[in-house]
């Protein structure tokens, strides 16, 4: 009888232990995937990027601003703290002037006819236009956001295009999209290079004292024929007339970070923002860019259908701006060439046999993530890595999502496309990518990876060498103004140099 005690006993103490073992381990398990509190290694997940984000937002209305650190690794680069707590402040800012507040109907107000400085109130604005492909889009709207923190400036966004399909809100509590009765609207599209009211012509014009401006608004027209008007606005007396400005719409494709680090009153502020230099673009574009829910359906669905069970990944972007643009044997080869002799893609096996002898399910998995309009060279590839075998064993997996065949820029399913494939490309380890392709840099950027840039063919043949790793992983300003008022500067200072893709164009990189 005692020894059937003593068995119930420890049975019953035994299924309770089983029991509490099984609550513990689900509730960890659901907190790793509900609120990501921590991560196969065992670390916190950290959701808020280095409290680059906000906690404010609800979760559920942009799945990835909270969940990018699920499919991400933890960036190598910490934000500083005083770019988090201008971050916050920037947005207390942004409420307190944004679209529906007092002072945005005051300041709109101030467009109208009867304009003087007294009438504006107490914020200023800055207006963004959709124009050119995805890439110059994203690499714009980080430009003018820093543009904005640097001056006390609130950025608000054109809607007219199809940005609230592609990205989330960035600021809580507020908007940033331009109310669509804004009382300029109708003229956003005439902000070109002659318009009398963008300031490179007006300078041209000699419309302007030297030192007032008495106009509620202004457009700086920074797009790649910019002349030498236009690119004034990168020099320092020229931007303490602009500041009078209430309201500042920029036309622009191009990213000009670099070239305001070299103004000599933002580049204090700007060393504390950023110590690390290439760091801009990578923290900007991880605390404004979050794919909508649709788009971050289409990320997710890829991920894990092709690149999460991978050992390693390799994107490949693929940009071909000869026209016309297509297929190209010497695209291809250079492709393999820069690949192969960079040791990112395993050469192929020369034996006879094609089968490998190791029967173990261990051999490494690379998955290789092509993003290009066209099918034919993830295709190539694919087939390459099937037909035969990789000399070092590896197994190589290639996929594309998309094959759009032409840009259809402003057509909602091909930008949500666009920025899917971006975004994805990001996510892997090392990433190939085209010279001078802003869709590229933004990939890079988002993902704090170094690319190894395919140089521009020429004469239809692959460059010899085919490729060159880049020095930081900050996009290329493509325009940089090289010879006015920054002459000096861009010749002095050591964390400019000229991009490896461009060699009129300027980018960021540590000096040391
Ligand atoms: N889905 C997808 N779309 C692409 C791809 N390559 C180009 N596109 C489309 O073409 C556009 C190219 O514009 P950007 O994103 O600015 O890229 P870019 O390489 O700088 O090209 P340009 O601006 O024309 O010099 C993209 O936004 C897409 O709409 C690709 O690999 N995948
Ligand atoms: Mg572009």
């Known amino acids: ?83 988090v707590s201008k971050l916050r402040s920037y947005e207390m800012l942004h409420k307190r002037c944004g679209p529906g507040t007092k002072a945005y109907k005051k300041a709109t107000e101030s467009l109208g006819e009867n304009y003087s400085s007294k009438s504006v109130g107490e914020c200023r604005y800055i207006v963004w236009i959709a124009v050119y492909g995805l890439g110059n889009r994203v690499l714009t709207l980080a430009s003018l956001f820093l543009y904005a923190l640097l001056t006390d400036r609130i950025m608000l966004v054109d809607q007219r295009k199809d940005i609230n399909d592609l990205l989330c809100e960035p600021f809580p509590g507020t908007s940033w999209l331009l109310p669509l009765d804004f009382p300029l609207t109708d003229q956003l599209d005439s902000f070109d290079r002659e318009s009398p009211r963008c300031y490179g012509t007006m300078l041209k014009n000699h419309a302007i004292n030297s030192t007032t401006i008495i106009h509620s608004y202004l457009c700086l027209y920074i797009i ?41 009153s933002f580049q204090f502020e700007l060393s504390k923002l950023f110590p ?19 788009v971050w359906g289409m990320i997710t669905r890829s991920y894990n259908a092709y690149l999460s069970r991978a050992d390693e990944r390799l994107g ?34 020369v034996s006879k046999s094609q089968v490998t002898n190791n029967t173990s399910r261990s051999l490494k998995l690379k998955a290789v993530l092509v993003t290009s309009l066209y099918p034919e060279y993830s295709e190539n590839l694919r087939q390459m890595y099937w037909e035969g075998s990789s000399s070092t064993g590896e197994t190589v997996q290639v996929y594309q999502p998309s094959q759009e065949m032409y840009q259809q820029t402003d057509n909602k399913l091909h930008d949500q496309k666009a920025l899917a ?21 933004v990939a890079q950027g988002l993902g704090g990876l170094k690319p190894w840039i395919l140089y521009k063919p020429k004469n239809n043949t692959a460059p010899e060498p085919p490729c060159v790793r880049a020095v930081s992983m900050e996009p290329c300003f493509l325009r940089a103004p090289l010879y006015g008022c920054q002459a000096k500067e861009v010749k002095i200072t050591p964390f400019v140099m000229y991009c490896e893709d461009r060699i009129t164009g300027l980018k960021l990189v540590d000096s040391n």
Request: net charge neutral.
């Open 316 to 349: 490949i972007q693929v940009r071909v701006f000869s026209k016309p643009a297509g297929y190209f044997q010497h695209v291809m080869d250079q492709i393999l060439a820069c690949t192969q002799r960079e040791k990112l893609l395993p050469e192929m096996s």
């Open 421 to 441: 494939e971006i975004y994805l490309l990001s996510l892997t380890d090392h990433i190939v990518t085209s010279d001078s392709s802003t869709f590229g840099y």
């Open 1 to 83: 009888m005692k020894l059937m005690i003593t068995i119930v006993t420890c049975l019953l103490l035994w299924s309770l232990m089983l029991l509490s073992f099984f609550i513990i381990f689900n509730h960890q398990l659901h907190n790793a995937t509900t609120n990501g509190s921590s991560t196969d290694s065992g670390k916190p997940r950290d959701k808020l990027l280095g409290r680059l984000l906000t906690e404010e937002f609800d979760e559920d209305s942009c799945l990835s601003r909270y969940q990018s650190s699920l499919y991400r690794k933890p960036s190598p680069y910490k934000p500083s703290r005083y770019l």
């Open 276 to 294: 690390q230099k290439e760091t801009v673009f990578h923290h900007l574009a991880r605390y404004l860019f979050h794919p909508t829910n649709h």
């Open 224 to 264: 790649h024929d910019y002349d030498d008007h236009d690119k004034m606005f990168f020099c320092e007396k020229d931007q303490l007339l602009i500041r009078q400005v209430p309201w500042l719409v920029f036309n622009s494709n191009l990213y000009f970070i670099p070239s305001l680090w070299l103004i000599p």
